[in-house]
T-cell receptor, first 114, second 111 residues
């Protein structure tokens, strides 16, 4: 079985500061990992993914995520937050040894204060 | 290239009424999905279609039916709407390595 956890319902950060949105996962095989962003009244947009290779993955809008196999984590990061980054962020995982259907976390609301 | 489109954007139903939510994608994807999003619940999978001609139940299929009309189109039907089906519904399709592309959503209110 596969699962994903986003331990924080909300993350607050000041504009210009670095941000981290946490994600941990559980799979029986190897993971495919994804981050999505949802702006108000919009659908989810794909940000980045880890399939294999370099543990540091770079994505859209200056975001990056680090795959840590020993800690089963895939935290989303950005060196300098913008007010426009305020949105809902979802982590998702797919177990390459199981179903091709991804499992989504419950989402983390990121609020960037001016 | 419109990506994933959904109609309608908004709908208000009375309890017991029926309706069909339409979804289409122009990316030649094989797999398509219907989710519902409720506050604090994240995304929950209702039904999915791995390929044209196949459909399978997801986590919360009760009260819904689907039709994969062709490779492009995947519709979701509520036969007898209930207030518990008030939600935002998203259609998605899958490209390479399973990143999903989502439609803009349908906001449904059942009175």
């Amino acid at each position: 079985a596969q699962s994903v956890a986003q331990p924080e319902d909300q993350v607050n950060v000041a504009e210009g500061n670095p941000l981290t949105v946490k994600c941990t996962y559980s799979v029986s095989g190897n993971p495919y990992l994804f981050w999505y962003v949802q702006y108000p009244n919009r659908g989810l947009q794909f940000l980045l993914k880890y399939i294999t290779g370099d543990n540091l993955v770079k994505g859209s809008y200056g975001f990056e995520a680090e795959f840590n196999k020993s800690q089963t984590s895939f935290h989303l990061k950005k060196p300098s937050a913008l007010v426009s980054d305020s949105a809902l962020y979802f982590c998702a995982v797919r177990d390459t040894g199981g179903s091709y259907i991804p499992t989504f976390g419950r989402g983390t609301s990121l609020i960037v204060h001016p | 290239n419109a990506g994933v489109t959904q109609t309608p954007k908004f709908q208000v139903l009375k309890t017991g009424q029926s309706m069909t939510l339409q979804c289409a994608q122009d990316m030649n994807h094989n797999s398509m999905y219907w989710y519902r999003q409720d506050p604090g619940m994240g995304l929950r999978l209702i039904y999915y279609s791995a390929s044209e001609g196949t459909t399978d139940k997801g986590e919360v299929p009760n009260g819904y039916n689907v039709s994969r009309l062709n490779k492009r189109e995947f519709s979701l039907r509520l036969e007898s709407a209930a207030p518990s089906q008030t939600s935002v519904y998203f259609c998605a399709s899958t490209g390479g390595y399973n990143e999903q592309f989502f439609g803009p959503g349908t906001r449904l209110t059942v009175l």
